[in-house]
């Protein structure tokens, strides 16, 4: 199975810098001829010209396009937010819901991350879903808890027909303490976390035993991915800073 690779580029970059970046990865994944999955999700002003940029590239139907963050709602009066809808028109596929940065900074709880992951799975595109446990949890000892709930809480509102397959969900590990910290689990605990997640997604997707994609995220570079994505269970990464670079991104990507 290939390996997906997701570049979350957050709120960086002006139009040129996002170009540059955009066409040096491009460059890099036309050298890949494995790499077939990936995601580059820019920030929202800027996916009508990376998608341009892909579409008009060889390498177009290997990389796709992703959101940061989605509106709960179809469309209406929402100031400043954006609908599922209005990214199809940029070929955007997949959304980002429930990252621990707009959980934390902009206060999303469990109810409105639910709200996003059924207005995506509402239309054809897919959702990443971000969970993770804060330090202070895993302290605690009560990682495996939490990761449960953002999960169970997270795909709450999946009808019967939603239910029966995963294969418009991947789900995202970020451990919220390694975010961006440079500090990773070991892999010993990513693995077990991957196959306790695997065990919950098991019990939702009943019917088909379908599983979501499982991407590990938080502190990804190119040092540490090779390890990373070796380990059973990990089906790709989410990389915050390191693919804001474009070599040590595609370093990155080689690792798959
Ligand atoms: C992220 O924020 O999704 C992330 C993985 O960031 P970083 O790679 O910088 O830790």
Same mark, same amino acid.
């Given at each position: 199975m290939s390996k997906l690779i997701a570049a979350n580029w957050k709120q960086n970059g002006s139009s040129l810098e996002v170009d540059n970046l955009t066409r040096e990865i491009i460059k890099g994944a036309k050298k890949l &001829? =494995? #790499? =077939?999955n990936l995601i580059l999700i820019p920030p929202s002003v800027y996916l009508e010209r990376v998608s341009k940029l892909i579409k008009k590239s060889s390498v177009s139907k290997r990389i796709s396009l992703g959101v940061q963050n989605i509106s709960?709602? &179809? =469309? /209406?009066?929402?100031? /400043?937010e954006i609908s599922a809808d209005m990214c199809k028109d940029f070929d955007c596929k997949y959304f980002i819901v429930g990252h621990s940065e707009r959980r934390e900074t902009f206060n999303e709880d469990s109810v409105m991350i639910s709200k996003k992951v059924l207005s995506v799975l509402n239309t054809s595109q897919k959702i990443i879903l971000c969970i993770g446990e804060t330090l202070n949890q895993r302290e605690k000892k009560q990682a495996r808890k939490v990761i449960a709930n953002q999960i169970k809480s997270g795909l709450s509102l999946l009808t019967p027909k939603m239910r029966r397959t995963a294969s418009k969900i991947i789900i995202a590990y970020e451990p919220v303490w390694a975010i961006g910290t440079g500090k990773t689990p070991s892999l010993q605990d990513i693995f077990l976390m991957h196959k306790h997640i695997i065990e919950i997604s098991a019990k939702i997707f009943i019917t088909n035993r379908s599983i979501p994609k499982i991407l590990y995220g938080g502190s990804v570079n190119s040092e540490n991915s090779n390890e990373i994505l070796s380990i059973? *269970?990990?089906? *790709?990464a989410l990389v915050g *800073?390191?693919? #804001? =670079?474009a070599k040590k991104f595609i370093d990155i990507c080689r690792s798959i």
């Amino acid at each position: 199975m290939s390996k997906l690779i997701a570049a979350n580029w957050k709120q960086n970059g002006s139009s040129l810098e996002v170009d540059n970046l955009t066409r040096e990865i491009i460059k890099g994944a036309k050298k890949l &001829k =494995n #790499l =077939n999955n990936l995601i580059l999700i820019p920030p929202s002003v800027y996916l009508e010209r990376v998608s341009k940029l892909i579409k008009k590239s060889s390498v177009s139907k290997r990389i796709s396009l992703g959101v940061q963050n989605i509106s709960p709602y &179809k =469309n /209406g009066a929402y100031t /400043g937010e954006i609908s599922a809808d209005m990214c199809k028109d940029f070929d955007c596929k997949y959304f980002i819901v429930g990252h621990s940065e707009r959980r934390e900074t902009f206060n999303e709880d469990s109810v409105m991350i639910s709200k996003k992951v059924l207005s995506v799975l509402n239309t054809s595109q897919k959702i990443i879903l971000c969970i993770g446990e804060t330090l202070n949890q895993r302290e605690k000892k009560q990682a495996r808890k939490v990761i449960a709930n953002q999960i169970k809480s997270g795909l709450s509102l999946l009808t019967p027909k939603m239910r029966r397959t995963a294969s418009k969900i991947i789900i995202a590990y970020e451990p919220v303490w390694a975010i961006g910290t440079g500090k990773t689990p070991s892999l010993q605990d990513i693995f077990l976390m991957h196959k306790h997640i695997i065990e919950i997604s098991a019990k939702i997707f009943i019917t088909n035993r379908s599983i979501p994609k499982i991407l590990y995220g938080g502190s990804v570079n190119s040092e540490n991915s090779n390890e990373i994505l070796s380990i059973q *269970g990990v089906d *790709g990464a989410l990389v915050g *800073g390191a693919s #804001l =670079n474009a070599k040590k991104f595609i370093d990155i990507c080689r690792s798959i």
